[in-house]
Every structure is written in structure tokens, then in C-alpha cells.
């Protein structure tokens, strides 16, 4: 049975208690690999190996840790195949899928802050009174990255990137769900140079070594990707500590179809913005909301290309509808579909679990499923699902539907399908939510900030944001007159 360790000090070594936890395949439902069940003893160990390269690494010229960075980037690329075909295994994710969105970006993730950390630059004010300030921005020390199992290495690469692009040490912990691509950054980190120490990799469950990096006083700042209610205990851990925190939690978003909007390529974007990756993208729109007067034929042409999307084997290249990422997943998403049957919606189609002949008969697989006849206050459109199910609501003018979009406590993103340049403007000043898109969907700026507000969130990854985020800001003022 493959093992999967920690990967600290640029070694990979065995838990410090011995034990080790179950990792499955998704689209077979069969145990695959076995995980190193970190503790705190692990984590004493990385924090040292950690502390130890910090002030070389911090010391490193930027233009050093950029080519270091850019070299991953590059090896990323290199194993493209055999990284698309891990992450697919190990999420269940289609490998085609993999192979376009999740492991390029990964690679995109590694050289642009490879080019943000020669590229930062800091601020300078001068004033009257004959002083200039400046402000210093320098590595916060150990920082620690905690991120989840949708995206796994997208959004691990996400986070450790621009924090060793900033000068700090990392302690990172990826989801114990989706281990398997987080082990294979470790060697590739190793090739192309990466300092031993400046990268842990930590595994394990949440709730344990998850939370002992939470607590940990040597480790200055946690960036978070994850659900609500995990963020929530997070930072009630650490902001006694006072520690910086980022949040990137769930969402419940909105997706908006106008009657004014190019009709066939709506229907096609708002199927794949609902249901890619299975419906569990935090930016996936699972409130439907359409405009009364097209609702009847919006549902009828979305519901037929959402029953193209036939669940099978992701290993095959055709395939684009994979498993879900784990049997309590499927259960949880199961027991949803079954809340909305008595909340009174209707299955348009979908609504069960799906066997898939051959190798992936035990599987855990859910057709893309679609529910109409919804209340907007009814606990299906207020809690976030996170798989392949929407809502279709309608909606009587553009004040309802802003009072619809806006009404979960919700605030991550929102899509848009309009003609009215006009209403584009207007929307986008009203939606709450932190990132909107009109006439497109998770069209990624790798500059912009992105996050969200309300329960999604607190404080914006992205671009110089990330690098200020992993940076304390240090002000000095000199009189010169
Ligand atoms: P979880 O919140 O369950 O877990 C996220 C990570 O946190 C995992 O590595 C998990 O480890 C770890 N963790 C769990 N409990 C703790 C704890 N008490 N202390 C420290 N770490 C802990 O989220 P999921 O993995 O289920 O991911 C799905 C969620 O992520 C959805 O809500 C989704 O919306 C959100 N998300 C948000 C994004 C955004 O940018 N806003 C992007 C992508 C996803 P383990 O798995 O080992 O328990």
C-alpha cells in the first residue's frame, strides 16, 4: 500500500505516532493509500525545521526565490500527465479536467508570484514638513497554509506560493480527503532547489494537527481556504493570539439570467458554472435566479444540457461529470436533495446517487440535479450544498432579483447574464458579493483581489494583496529639515 508522509526538512518521514489513516478513490470507493495521521509532535518538528531556514530564506534575494519559484512552476508543467492523472484518483475529479484547469494553474500559480516577488514594492510619502515616510514590508517568520479538497493542489500552490514569495517559511497542511498531489509538490520542491525547511508539508486530520497549527505561538500568520463553520473555529483560535488571519470560506452564489442575455451561450456557461468539477468550486453558482419571462424556457433548455453531463469513469478522457469526493460527501449532498423533496421543490433531474458499470460500480457518484418550486428562505437555498445541485428561481424585475441574490448570509461571487450595459453597472454596485461576473464565469485575474464578504470570508488573496497579506508593513519616518 503507497505511503504518504510528511514531507519536512526536505524529507519525507513516517507520523511520529505511528499511525496512519485510510485515503480512498473516489470513483471507486476503494482504499488506496495510506496517510501519515500527523500530530503535534510532527508539528514541533516541522515548526524547527521551519524556524531554522527561516532567517536564510528571508535573506534570500528575491530574484533568488523567484527562480526557485518559477523552477517549480516549470517541474509542475514537466509532470503535467502524471499530477493530472493523481489529482483525478485521489478527488475524483474528470483527468481532463486535471489536465486544463487544476494542475496549469497550479503551474500559472508558482510563476506569477515568482514574478510578483521581484515586482513588490512598497510605498513612500513624502511630506511638508520635510520628512519622507517609507514603509518596509518584510516576511512575517512561519506562516502556516491550510487549504481544501475541491481544488487540491490549485489551491495549496495558491497559498504557499506568495508566502515564500514574501521570504517566509511554510508550514502547509492540505486536506486529508485529497492528500496524494501535496506529497508529489514536496519532491518537486526538492529538484528545483527549494531550501530544506523554508516548505513543510503536514498531513492529517483538521481537527488535530489542523488545529495544533492553528494554535501554534511560533506561527505568525494562518491563511485558510475551507467551509464556514471550520473558518469560524479557526479564527476563534487564533485572534486571542492575534495572529493574521485570511478567510476564504463557503458560499451560496447567485447566478443571474436577464431575458436580455445571449441565450444559447447563457444556457451553456450557467450549466458548467454549476456543475464543473461536480458542482464543488466555493465559486460554482448554485441559486439559479432567471427572469419571469424566460423562466419556463430557461429551465427546460438548462435541465436538457445539464443531462449531458452523464457521471463516468474520470480516469477516461471523455468523461466530464466525476465522482464526488467522498462517501460522506455524497451522503451529505443525498441528504440535501432529499430536504429540498420536502421543503416541496421538484427534481427536474438527477436527484439520486448514479452506479457506474465496471471498475467504478461502488463510486460515489450524483448526477448534475436540478430543483425547482423553492422558496428563497427555505434551508436548500441558505446552506451551501457544495455539489453538483442548483435551485431555478424566478425573478419579476431587477429590484427582486437583487433582494433575491442578496439574501443568504452568504457574499463569495456572482453571475451575471445581461445585454443592459446599463444594468451591468448598476448590479455590480448592489450585489454583495466579492467577486461578480458578467457574462462570463470564473474568468481568473490572477492580479485582482479575490475573496468574499459576509460569511465567505475576511480579507482577499490575490496579487499584491497575498504578498501584502504574508508581509508586516513596518512604517519609518526620517526629518530631514
Ligand atoms: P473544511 O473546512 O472541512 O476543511 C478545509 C481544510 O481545513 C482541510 O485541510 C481540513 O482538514 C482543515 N481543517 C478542518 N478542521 C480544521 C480545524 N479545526 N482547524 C484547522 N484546520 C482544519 O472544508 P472542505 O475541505 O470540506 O472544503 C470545502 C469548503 O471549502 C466549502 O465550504 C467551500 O466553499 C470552501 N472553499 C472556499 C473557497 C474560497 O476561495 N472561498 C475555495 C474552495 C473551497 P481535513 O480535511 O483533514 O479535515
Keep these: 500500500m503507497r505511503k504518504l508522509r510528511h514531507f519536512i526538512n526536505g524529507e519525507f518521514v513516517d507520523p511520529a505516532s505511528g499511525k ?40 534570500t534575494p528575491a530574484d533568488r526565490r523567484s527562480r526557485i519559484l518559477w523552477r517549480i512552476g516549470e517541474l509542475i508543467e514537466r509532470d503535467l500527465d502524471l499530477l493530472s492523472a493523481a489529482e483525478s484518483q485521489d478527488n475524483g475529479k474528470p483527468v481532463t479536467l486535471a489536465r486544463s484547469l487544476d494542475i496549469p494553474r497550479a503551474a500559472h500559480n508558482l510563476r506569477f508570484f515568482a514574478a510578483a516577488a521581484t515586482q513588490f514594492a512598497s510605498e513612500s510619502h513624502a511630506m511638508e514638513e520635510g520628512a519622507i515616510n517609507y514603509t518596509l514590508r518584510q516576511p512575517i517568520g ?167 453531463l452523464l457521471p463516468a469513469d474520470p480516469a477516461l478522457e471523455e468523461t466530464r461529470h466525476g465522482a464526488l469526493v467522498s462517501r460522506e460527501h455524497m451522503e451529505k449532498v443525498l441528504g440535501y436533495i432529499e430536504l429540498a423533496k420536502q421543503e416541496g421543490g421538484r427534481i427536474e433531474c438527477g436527484g439520486e446517487r448514479v452506479v457506474v458499470e465496471g471498475r467504478c460500480r461502488e463510486g460515489w457518484f450524483v448526477a448534475p440535479t436540478v430543483i425547482t418550486g423553492l422558496s428563497m428562505d427555505c434551508r436548500t437555498n441558505q446552506e451551501e450544498i457544495f ?56 474568468l481568473r485575474d490572477l492580479r485582482v483581489p479575490m475573496g468574499g464578504m459576509k460569511q465567505s470570508g475576511v480579507g482577499r488573496e490575490g496579487g499584491f494583496e497575498a504578498m501584502r497579506f504574508f508581509t508586516e508593513a513596518k512604517n519609518v519616518t526620517v526629518k530631514f529639515a
Excluded at 31 to 38: M, N
Excluded at 163 to 181: M, R
Design 20 to 59: 496512519w489513516l485510510d485515503v480512498f478513490e473516489p470513483a471507486t470507493g476503494q482504499k488506496y493509500a495510506e496517510l501519515a495521521a500527523g500530530s503535534a509532535a510532527d508539528l514541533e518538528r516541522a515548526v524547527a525545521a521551519a524556524a531554522a531556514a527561516r532567517d536564510a530564506w528571508k535573506n
Design 142 to 308: 512561519i506562516v502556516g497554509c491550510i487549504s481544501p479538497w475541491n481544488l487540491p493542489l490549485y489551491l495549496f500552490t495558491w497559498k504557499i506560493a506568495p508566502a515564500l514569495a514574501a521570504g517566509n517559511c511554510v508550514i502547509a497542511k492540505p486536506s486529508e480527503i485529497t492528500p496524494l498531489t501535496a506529497t508529489l509538490f514536496g519532491e518537486l520542491c526538492n529538484e528545483a532547489g527549494l531550501p530544506p525547511g523554508v516548505l513543510n508539508i503536514v498531513h492529517g486530520r483538521g481537527n488535530e494537527i489542523g488545529t495544533a497549527l492553528v494554535e501554534h505561538p511560533a506561527v505568525n500568520a494562518i491563511s485558510f481556504t475551507g467551509g464556514t463553520k471550520t473558518g469560524a473555529d479557526i479564527a476563534s483560535r487564533a485572534a486571542p493570539k492575534f495572529k493574521k488571519l485570511s478567510l476564504e470560506l463557503g458560499g451560496k452564489n447567485p447566478t443571474l439570467v436577464f431575458a436580455d442575455c445571449e441565450w444559447r451561450k447563457t444556457i451553456e456557461q450557467t450549466v458548467r458554472g454549476a456543475f464543473l468539477n461536480q458542482g464543488e468550486i466555493c465559486l460554482c453558482g448554485s441559486r439559479i435566479l432567471v427572469e419571469e419571462s424566460v423562466y419556463e424556457r430557461f429551465v427546460a433548455d438548462f435541465v436538457a444540457e445539464a443531462r449531458k
Design 387 to 442: 455539489g453538483p445541485v442548483v435551485s431555478i428561481m424566478p425573478f419579476r424585475d431587477e429590484a427582486h432579483a437583487v433582494e433575491l441574490a442578496n439574501g443568504t448570509p452568504y457574499g463569495l461571487a456572482a453571475s451575471i447574464w445581461t445585454g443592459d450595459v446599463g444594468r451591468t453597472h448598476r448590479l455590480a454596485r448592489d450585489i454583495h458579493a466579492g467577486l461578480l461576473w458578467f457574462n462570463c464565469w470564473m
